[in-house]
């Protein structure tokens, strides 16, 4: 992560310094697992409705068998 984020400048010497773990974490904390799966998974059962009403039900049967090579 240190490698990403960089060292940061200390205020108070003036002086550069490595940031730990906790400080990165409390920096750029990543958001909760939870809340993204919940609006993902709101986002597809949009997409699903949308695509029910605009696609339908495929019509007819598809033919039995290797399809031919042209």
């Known amino acids: 992560m ?5 060292p940061k400048r200390d205020e108070g010497t003036g002086q ?3 940031l ?3 400080e990165l974490n409390d920096m750029y904390s990543s958001p909760n697992i939870v809340q993204v799966s919940k609006s993902r998974r709101m986002r597809w059962a949009v997409h699903a409705v949308r695509m029910g009403k605009i696609c ?8 039995l068998g290797r399809s031919r090579h042209r």
């Not at 240190?2 to 960089?6: D, Q, V």
């Not at 339908?56 to 033919?63: L, S």
């Open 16 to 18: 550069w310094r490595k």
């Open 20 to 22: 730990h773990n906790e």
């Open 56 to 63: 339908g039900e495929p019509e007819g049967k598809r033919p």
């Open 2 to 6: 240190l490698r990403i984020f960089g």
